[in-house]
Every structure is written in structure tokens, then in C-alpha cells.
């Protein structure tokens, strides 16, 4: 059963880069047919899809955050990573990492991330 983690800081100033990491077991980040995606949803908001890697490595990006957003991933340590340039306070989320398969998703639990000075 694949699990997934996210990982990084809670708290991140305004125009800083955000960096989360989410860590993958129970599945390799290189096996088809699976996306591993960002997903984030704001304070009374809903869910706000941010991008994803595929299972080449090749990414995309929400067209509203695709100037300020980098995803990369580490084959080796089984992880996919956000990073997420200039914030500000609008910026603050639960951010999820899932596994996208078919329609359907696995999710990581959430991370917290507030931007705020």
C-alpha cells in the first residue's frame, strides 16, 4: 500500500521560497501509469491543484502558479519536491502530496504551511 508524507517548514516570511518534500513508499515514484501531484487548499477554500511529475519525470504546472512553481524529484530517495517562489500570505495552505492514478488519488496527510512575517 502506498504511503506518502510531506515534509518541510510550517512557517515561511513573504517573499521567500516555499519547499516541501514528499516522501513515497510503498511505490516508486518511476512506475507507470502513476502521476505524483501537489495539491493545496487555502483557509475556507477549496482544493487548488498546483502540478504534478509524471512517472518520466516530466512536470506541469497549474497555469496560475506555473511562473512562480519548480518541481523536481529524487529517484534514489523516492521523493518528489515543491518549491514555490515569492509567496505571500495568499500562499498559505494545507499542502497534500498524492498519487494520481486513473482519477483517483492517494493522499499524503498535509502539511500546514503559513506565510506570515
Known amino acids: 500500500q502506498v504511503q506518502l508524507q510531506e515534509s518541510g517548514p510550517g512557517l515561511v516570511k513573504p517573499s521567500q521560497t516555499l519547499s516541501l518534500t514528499c516522501t513515497v513508499s510503498?511505490?516508486?515514484?518511476?512506475?507507470?501509469?502513476?502521476?505524483w501531484a501537489w495539491i493545496r487548499q487555502p483557509p475556507g477554500k477549496g482544493l487548488e491543484w498546483i502540478g504534478f511529475?509524471?512517472?518520466?519525470?516530466?512536470?506541469y504546472y497549474s497555469p496560475s502558479l506555473k511562473s512562480r512553481t519548480s518541481l523536481s524529484r529524487d529517484t534514489s530517495k523516492n521523493q518528489f519536491t515543491l518549491q514555490l517562489r515569492s509567496v505571500t500570505p495568499e500562499d498559505t495552505a494545507v499542502y497534500y502530496c498524492?498519487?494520481?492514478?486513473?482519477?483517483?488519488?492517494?493522499w499524503g496527510q498535509g502539511t500546514q504551511v503559513t506565510v506570515s512575517s
Open positions: 510503498g511505490a516508486s515514484i518511476t512506475t507507470i501509469p502513476y502521476y
Open positions: 511529475v509524471e512517472n518520466s519525470g516530466s512536470t
Open positions: 498524492a498519487r494520481e492514478s486513473g482519477g483517483g488519488y492517494d
